[in-house]
Structures are given as C-alpha cells and as structure tokens.
C-alpha cells in the first residue's frame, strides 16, 4: 500500500463513451501527477497539479481533461478516446521540498479503448 | 527525447548473481532517482541520490553517480527471483518534475 488509490483498476470502454479515473492520495502531498504508461514505451508525463494547480501539460489532446478539486484528489476525465490511448494511467503524489521530488504512485488502471 | 536512458533493456541473470543497469542523462541534475516496477503495477521509489553524491547503499542496492559522465548504475547483489521487475532512472532538474527513462527489464531465473 503506496497511499495512492486508483480506481477504477480495470476499464474496458467504447470510443464514444464518457468515463472518469480517480486518484487519491492519503499522504498528505503537496503535488500529483497523471502519467501515461504504454507497451514498449517511455512513461510519459501527462500532467502535473502543484497545490490545486495545474502547472504543466505536455501537449496531451483535449479528450483527456484533468480536474483537480482538492490537494489529496485527482480525476482525469475521458471521452471519444482513439484505440491508441489504451495503456496504463498512472497516477502519483509527492511532497516537493528541497530539490527532492520522491514521487508515490497508485497502482494504475488499465484502460482499454475498443 | 528523453532524459534518462537505461541500459540494457532487458537482462536476465540467474538466481544469486548479481546484476547492473545504467543510466545515461542529458542535461544537470539536481537528484537522481531509481524506481522499481513489478507487472502492470505502480512505480516504486527505491534510492535517490544527490548530484554531489558519488555512491548511496541501500540493503542489496548500491548507486553510484558520475556527474562528469552524466552516468548513474544501480547494482543489485545476490539477486532473487522476487527483483524480477522493470527499474526506471528518474532525473529531477527543477523542482516538482522528473523525467523518467525507459527502463530496463530484469529477469532472475530461480
């Protein structure tokens, strides 16, 4: 137990559809993170929410909209993906101080796009 | 392209040796991170080393640093079949991001 939640752990969805993930972090982090994690490629880093705000967004399409209402819950909303999003979603938390950014990650939740 | 590169991508080593991952950077660092991670699970942090640091121990795992060479190597000794896992290198450059690498995959055969 990592103090990131992740669900749902599984999601099976249609290209049409509309769904949400959730993270939660019982640790008391100041930072959270929503990460994109295919076969045979680089983890990549979707986006970055520092206190509530979101402070990057590496160029991720508008069918992925993050939301972060509080500083212990992320969502990552989707809707009309393509079958190329299917991977893993990983979230993560951290407490940044000092130049460290130890990150803690939630299991993941598989999605897949048919 | 990426910050981190691992090398190799895959190894496999039998049980009791000892095995060795590298990792390559582009650009200075602050800190660099060694993460773990099992089959479709989340990454695990597992040492972190600071840029005026040479070489960090932790139980099996041992982590040098060459800043020069933009280089970092994470040993692991008498290795077991449970460190059969991906490790990913993680650069941290400014405060709140890390750049992660793209892992090699340790196979320990019993």
């Known amino acids: 137990e990592t103090g990131v939640t992740q669900t749902p752990r599984h999601l099976v969805m249609g290209m049409t559809n509309k769904k949400s993930l959730k993270c939660e972090q019982h640790?008391?982090?100041?930072?959270m993170y929503w990460y994109k994690q295919s076969a045979k490629k680089p983890l990549e880093l979707m986006f970055v929410?520092?206190?509530?705000?979101?402070?990057e967004n590496n160029s991720v399409p508008s069918r992925f909209s993050p939301e972060c209402p509080n500083s212990s819950h992320l969502f990552l909303h989707l809707h009309t993906l393509q079958p190329e999003d299917s991977a893993l979603y990983l979230c993560?938390?951290?407490?940044?101080?000092?130049?460290?950014?130890?990150?803690?990650f939630g299991a993941g939740t598989r999605l897949s796009v048919l | 392209s990426q910050q981190g590169e691992e090398d190799p991508q895959a190894l496999s080593i039998q049980e009791g040796e000892n095995a060795t991952m590298n990792c390559s950077y582009k650009?200075?660092?602050?800190?660099l991170q060694w993460y773990r991670q099992n089959s479709g699970r989340g990454l695990v942090h597992l040492i972190l080393?600071?840029?005026?640091?040479r070489e960090k121990h932790s139980g099996r795992l041992r982590v040098t640093l060459d800043t020069s060479k933009k280089s970092s190597s994470l040993l692991i000794t008498a290795s077991r079949a449970a460190d059969t896992a991906s490790y990913f290198c993680?650069?941290?450059?400014?405060?709140?991001?890390?750049?992660f690498g793209d892992g090699t995959t340790l196979t320990v055969k019993p």
């Open positions: 993560a938390s951290s407490q940044v101080s000092g130049g460290q950014n130890i990150q803690y």
């Open positions: 640790l008391g982090h100041n930072a």
């Open positions: 929410y520092n206190f509530k705000e979101q402070t």
């Open positions: 650009t200075s660092i602050n800190n």
């Open positions: 080393i600071r840029s005026n640091e």
């Open positions: 993680a650069t941290d450059t400014n405060a709140g991001k890390s750049t």
